[in-house]
Nanobody, 121 residues
Framework: QVQLVESGGGLVQAGGSLRLSCAAS????????MNWYRQAPGKQRELVAA???????NYADSVKGRFTISRDNAKKTMYLQMNSLKPEDTAVYYC???????????????WGQGTQATVSS
């Protein structure tokens, strides 16, 4: 059974920083693309940042230059460093990981439980 555990959310003032983590555990053969999504109240879930197993990264236009996604493959952990936070960054942040549990099983996408990040003005 694969588990994704997020941490690092909280309350911060505008202009501040937060660092989110997403740790994967369980039966894992290989991890591929890792993503951060967010969902604000009344809005659809949106992709914030993505990182491939070759460390290629991609960002939503709204966070470019402010957020940095990274991963530590040995720890099976992904990070999202969020700087210069704005009130509009307030949302529940979810990690999404594409992985194979064994060499023979197909690749599947797993979701974390979400962590709340609140930015006050």
């Amino acid at each position: 059974q694969v588990q994704l555990v997020e941490s690092g959310g909280g309350l911060v003032q505008a202009g501040g920083s937060l660092r989110l983590s997403c740790a994967a555990s369980g039966t894992i053969f290989s991890i591929y693309t890792m993503n951060w999504y967010r969902q604000a109240p009344g809005k659809q879930r949106e992709l914030v940042a993505a990182i491939t197993n070759g460390d290629f990264t991609n960002y939503a236009d709204s966070v470019k230059g402010r957020f940095t996604i990274s991963r530590d493959n040995a720890k099976k952990t992904m990070y999202l460093q969020m700087n210069s936070l704005k009130p509009e960054d307030t949302a529940v942040y979810y990690c999404n990981v594409h992985l194979k549990e064994t060499r023979l099983t197909p690749m599947r996408a797993y979701w974390g439980q979400g962590t709340q990040a609140t930015v006050s003005s």
